[in-house]
């Protein structure tokens, strides 16, 4: 039996799981400050991340699996994406959802609700839980990277202090690219606040575990206008309005100044 954490209830919560995590692996991690930069992980963690910000019009898909800690060989759930980057700007697909980001603005398209969020990219950055991530190598919050061969792969595994709402993160590389096929994350349970998955948790809190796999990578597959917000909406004075087929969108304006 599959339970659908993906809803359109709980679509909006994409944004802070799903895609945030996803984004700690695409944007330059700050490797500085009390981080060992000595350390063989860490140093592959920046660069991978120059690899994806330096890659020319990367695409890549994904699928994503969810499951329990004490049945990881069960899956909950299951979803698939696609994304394409280019340096700091991207545009990805969840499901029905969608992710635009450039210099000037940031968008997500709720389809199912008919809904579009908006906020500015400074802002977006201010809660991007890549500085989270980052906040935590600074601050000491993890207690161990480590950097391993496997057969023709390289996998890091950081595993975090207790409390923390991440217990372990691994990723997979092919050390050739530096472009990573798998990555596992193990979360706390209360993460996953989407109310149709709570029950499937016992009173332990327990952890859950994101699988994500990387595939179909390409290069300078797309043209830039895929990260323009215009089929989407346009600006009038401080107000967006929603234009096309999304004309009768909702628009949340979360960067009016």
Request: aromatic letters at 12%.
């Amino acid at each position: 039996m599959r339970y659908n954490l993906f809803s359109s209830t709980s679509g909006k919560l994409l944004c802070r799981f799903i895609v945030p995590l996803l984004q700690v692996l695409l944007f330059t991690p700050i490797i500085q400050g009390q981080v060992d930069q000595n350390n063989p992980a860490i140093k592959k963690l920046a660069d991978i991340a120059a690899a994806y910000k330096s890659a020319n019009r990367l695409s890549f898909d994904v699928n994503y699996l969810y499951s329990t800690e004490s049945r990881p060989n069960t899956y909950l759930d299951s979803l698939s994406g696609s994304f394409k980057i280019n340096g700091n700007r991207y545009n990805y697909k969840i499901d029905s959802t969608e992710f635009i980001g450039n210099d000037s603005i940031n968008i997500s398209i709720f389809n199912e609700d008919k809904i579009i969020y908006v906020n500015s990219p400074a802002n977006i950055q201010s809660g991007n839980p890549l500085a989270m991530i980052d906040s935590v190598m600074l601050m000491n919050q993890y207690s161990s990277a480590t950097l391993t061969t496997v057969g023709p792969l390289q996998k890091i595994a950081i595993v975090f202090n207790p409390g923390f709402m991440f217990k372990k993160v691994e990723y997979t590389i092919t050390p050739i690219t530096n472009l990573i096929t798998k990555m596992v994350g193990v979360i706390e349970s209360s993460e996953m606040y989407d109310p149709a998955v709570k029950p499937l948790f016992d009173k332990r809190n327990e952890y859950g575990i994101l699988e994500v796999r990387f595939r179909n990578y390409g290069l300078s597959g797309f043209l830039d206008n895929v990260f323009s917000e215009g089929q989407y909406l346009i600006r009038v004075g401080n107000q967006y309005k929603p234009v096309g087929r999304y004309a009768n969108y909702q628009i949340i304006n979360g960067s009016v100044r």
